[in-house]
């Protein structure tokens, strides 16, 4: 259904160190780097990251969040590691959630500007 999704942030160097680190393990690169933006994907950008004088205020209670597809668990462990010993915080170790279904393998981080990351696995 998408192409693309933009979100903006206050420093960008911060954020290029994080999103270098915890998209490596899902095979996502930076495919585009500016001064001011930035263009993750596999192919082409999927996630465009702009700076902003007034990125949208983190709110956990909001429900926004962004789901990213991973190869297999190894990639999801690794992603979650990777995005905490790159500056993010923990929002859900790597594990089944059997509320959403029997397969479903995912981990949970928050990103330096709040917003909150999911790598997923459905094997």
């Known amino acids: 259904m998408f192409d693309h999704v933009s979100i903006g942030v206050a420093d960008i160097a911060r954020t290029r160190k994080f999103y270098d680190a915890a998209l490596k393990p899902l095979g996502y690169t930076r495919l585009s780097d500016g001064e001011t933006s930035l263009g993750y994907g596999e192919k082409e950008v999927g996630l465009w990251i702009g700076k902003s004088a007034s990125p949208v205020k983190a709110d956990m209670e909001s429900n926004l969040h962004f789901c990213l597809v ?54």
């Open 70 to 123: 991973a190869k297999d668990r190894k990639s999801v462990d690794a992603f979650h590691a990777s995005a905490l010993a790159a500056g993010g915080k923990d929002n859900g170790k790597p594990g089944i959630r059997s509320d959403y279904s029997p397969s479903y393998y995912a981990a949970f981080v928050i990103d330096p500007d709040g917003y909150r990351i999911e790598a997923y696995c459905g094997k």
